[in-house]
């Protein structure tokens, strides 16, 4: 196999992940505008993947949460915690802080989009994990372009 083809999906898979990353941002910033009800947590436990590497299994913890909100006398249930929750990082304390902050049967302030209130989150705002995949993104991108230009 060609190495350029190799540098070729280097590049596009950080561009891709920027992309993403940009879109969360995004989705991260317009939640300052959204309306709040309250909602109660109804499920809250650790989720764990493990994903294999050259480097061997890395183990990847998020906190799954849902709660139930109720708008216009419909009620929703969402799992999203913030934009961006999803995007493991591999540190077990940042999943067990959220499930120590949303335990079961807690009432909570949710934030939700009022011209599509299925859309919802409880922490508005960005959020570290998002500028993390933004910036690696970035960094894979450029190496890619970098590798494939010959510059490196």
Known sequence: ?????????????????????????????????????????????????????????????????RYTYIINEVEYISRRIYYGDKISLGFPFIANSLLNEFTIDKKVDVFYNPQNPYCSVLKKGLHFEVFFALLFGICFALIGASLLLGLI
């Open 1 to 65: 196999m060609s190495w350029s083809i190799v540098f070729i999906v280097i590049l596009t898979v950080g561009v891709l992940l920027a992309i993403y990353s940009a879109i969360l941002i995004y989705k991260s910033v317009i939640t300052y505008n959204w309306s709040l009800t309250e909602g109660k947590i109804v499920f809250s436990q650790i989720e764990t993947t493990t994903s294999s590497s050259s480097f061997g299994a890395i183990d990847g913890y998020n906190a799954s949460i």
